[in-house]
């Protein structure tokens, strides 16, 4: 292998696949990443065999060929080069040759043929989605599942993702609480329905790898195991979870007629204040709204920690008074993640979940986000 390409575009390439580097792994060949020359530019690639980056760039190559390099030497390396506008790679009889203007590096490779064969698209894509929306469908979904050292049921670590009637729903929950995402795709076949059960700590690196480029729409293909998000110059892969997960769209209460609208970031800061003064193992706060009032108290209390009482002003007052709890984390989560100003919470008993969601004038990134959360028992 003999290539010239830009300095930038080596960053960007292997910046971009590190995201899939293996760690400590049985399988030494994973902390490699794998550069392939091309007849028109390099491919880098990456895998722990959960997820696979591959990331193409622009160079000229006077010699194809394929090394496998030490990734986290390499990752760290191409962020210090000289700023020189082209890098040189050359392949040698035990090493790899990087020069950088009147520096050179030689890094010892790896044996590319125990480096395994990557997944990658083979059929037609399912259909589009606007990069910015899959983006947000990320943000606001995959922070409510578990991690994997959570619990031992793999669906309750992962992110729903149901194709149908035109769109996508991203889901994630952790059985006390429920992020629902709704975004259109495009080219979505008539009548296609399909589900994808994708870890959500991958989505998060998906989400990582994407947010830089700076292309319109992301194309998602599915098959044998695994889901393919293409976006430009990258093909970002991930294993499927073989898990069923539960049934989201039965959880949603349909029959909450208390509604409390709140500004949002007034909310969301009166909780995290009372959230230092809540139990440590509950972090419980209360809401105490009354029926014609527009006045709501949150509150909070612990023997280790004191009391904290705060009353936030309603945009409208409520038909029903009530007093509920959630836990304070939880509420601070999904109001965080959202744009709006106005936020309404759809209540009906004090052991019967909420639903929060967007309210008012909405904000484009919060079109099609509910949040379903369990209230935590008041003694």
């Given at each position: 292998m003999n290539v010239t390409l830009r300095r930038e575009d080596l960053e960007f390439g292997v910046r971009t696949v590190s995201h899939a580097l293996g760690g400590r792994t049985a399988m030494p060949i994973l902390s490699g990443i794998k550069i392939t020359a091309l007849g028109d530019g390099l491919e880098?690639?990456?895998?722990?065999?959960?997820?696979?980056?591959?990331?193409?760039v622009p160079a000229q190559v006077r010699a194809r060929g394929i090394t496998v390099l030490p990734g986290q030497v390499l990752s760290q390396l191409v962020g210090r080069l000289p700023a020189v506008p082209e890098v040189e790679l050359e392949s040698l009889d035990a090493q790899t040759r990087l020069r950088c203007g009147p520096s050179t590096f030689e890094l010892p490779v790896l044996a590319a043929d125990e480096y395994p064969q990557l997944p990658e698209p083979t059929t037609d894509p399912l259909g589009r989605i606007a990069l910015p929306q899959l983006l947000q469908a990320i943000h606001q979904t995959a922070f409510a599942a578990l991690k994997a050292s959570e619990t031992t049921r793999l669906a309750l670590t992962g992110v729903d993702i149901v194709f149908k009637e035109g769109g996508a729903k991203f889901a994630a929950t952790n059985g006390y609480r429920l992020a629902i995402k709704r975004v259109p795709v495009l080219?979505?076949?008539?009548?296609?329905?399909?589900?994808?059960?994708?870890?959500a700590g991958i989505l998060g690196d998906l989400h990582r790898v994407l947010s830089g480029?700076?292309?319109?729409y992301v194309s998602v293909y599915a098959e044998a195991g695994q889901i393919h998000f293409q976006a430009g110059p990258v093909l970002f892969s991930a294993r499927l979870i073989q898990e069923q997960f539960p049934d989201f769209e039965r959880v949603i209460p349909k029959d909450n007629p208390i509604g409390l609208f709140l500004p949002r970031?007034?909310?969301l800061e009166t909780l995290r204040r009372t959230e230092l003064f809540a139990a440590e193992e509950s972090g419980a706060v209360t809401l105490r709204a009354t029926a014609q009032s527009t006045a709501l108290e949150v509150s909070a209390a612990s023997r280790e920690r004191g009391k904290s009482q705060e009353v936030v002003e309603l945009v409208r007052p409520p038909a029903r008074g009530i007093e509920i709890a959630f836990k304070a984390e939880y509420l601070i989560d999904?109001?965080?993640?959202?744009?709006?100003e106005q936020v309404a919470l759809w209540l009906s008993a004090p052991e019967r979940?909420?639903?929060?969601?967007?309210?008012g004038n909405l904000a484009p990134e919060d079109e099609g986000f509910l949040y379903v959360c369990m209230p935590v028992r008041l003694l």
């Open positions: 880098f690639a990456a895998t722990d065999l959960a997820k696979a980056i591959r990331c193409r080219d979505l076949p008539d009548r296609y329905e399909g589900a994808f059960l994708v870890d480029l700076p292309e319109d970031e007034e909310f999904a109001l965080r993640r959202m744009e709006s979940a909420g639903l929060l969601e967007p309210a």
